[in-house]
């Protein structure tokens, strides 16, 4: 008998950990196709909830926030999107040209669109617009904090503009935000990805496949029991 299983995925659209781990997660399920079933679905964590509406260039950012120098940050996000491509979702720019920099952005308003698309749409069309999300940012370098280009990823992934843009409004929707930010605190969660297993099970950071498809199968075994 299958077992079915939900992975809230506590996560920030400007974290290349974040799809590394969901790409993993994805290669886990893999392993235990035919034994576990999974629904997930994405929770808010802002990594920059004080980002400025202009942003910030990633490799300065990543220098400033950890006191690295230049060439070392640098450095340091070639061997991330190396672990990414090897993971099965390169960075590679996708527009025409040299590509900008890539810079961070605040992304509450992101995570209000996420929020929307789970609540009105499902969990699958959610990961679609997340996957959206993380293209548009590291492939395609938009700013994801900017209404337009949100209502536009968002549009192409078959969600109602009209109704995508009321959301980016409604103030109880963005105190649901802040309250699912909360309860990530609450359970100890201070980075991304923290993915929760039937609520209860935490896998925290990018782990390998087979790591996920051991943890899955324990806990399919605890829930079973």
């Given at each position: 008998m299958t077992a079915r299983l939900t992975i809230d995925v506590w996560s920030d659209v400007m974290c290349?950990?974040?799809?590394?781990?969901?790409?993993?997660?994805?290669?886990?399920?893999?392993?235990?196709?035919?034994?576990?079933?999974?629904?997930?679905?994405w929770r808010p964590f802002e990594l920059n909830p004080d980002m400025p509406p202009?942003?910030?260039?990633?490799v300065g950012h990543v220098g400033r926030k950890y006191g690295r120098p230049a060439g070392?940050?640098?450095?340091?996000?070639?061997?991330?999107?190396?672990?990414?491509?090897?993971?099965?979702?390169?960075?590679?720019?996708?527009?025409?040209?040299s590509p900008p920099p890539r810079h961070i952005w605040n992304t509450f308003l992101a995570?209000?669109?996420?929020?929307?698309?789970?609540?009105g749409y499902g969990a699958e069309v959610q990961t679609r617009l997340k996957l959206a999300l993380f293209a548009a940012h590291f492939r395609e370098r938009r700013n994801v904090s900017d209404r337009?280009?949100?209502?536009?990823?968002?549009?192409?992934?078959?969600?109602?503009?009209?109704?995508?843009?009321?959301?980016?409004?409604?103030?109880?929707?963005?105190?649901?935000?802040?309250?699912?930010?909360?309860?990530?605190?609450?359970?100890?969660v201070s980075g991304v990805p923290a993915m929760v297993v039937n609520g209860k099970y935490l896998i925290p950071g990018a782990q390998e496949p087979e790591t996920y498809a051991q943890v899955l199968r324990k806990v399919a075994a605890k829930e079973a029991a």
């Open positions: 290349p950990w974040c799809i590394i781990g969901y790409m993993n997660l994805m290669t886990g399920l893999e392993l235990v196709s035919g034994e576990i079933q999974a629904e997930v679905r202009e942003g910030e260039d990633a070392e940050a640098a450095k340091g996000q070639e061997k991330i999107a190396a672990i990414a491509a090897a993971a099965g979702w390169p960075f590679d720019w996708s527009g025409e040209g995570h209000k669109m996420l929020a929307h698309a789970l609540a337009v280009v949100l209502l536009d990823v968002a549009e192409a992934q078959g969600l109602d503009r009209g109704r995508a843009e009321k959301a980016l409004d409604d103030e109880a929707l963005g105190q649901h935000v802040r309250d699912e930010e909360a309860l990530a605190c609450d359970m100890n």
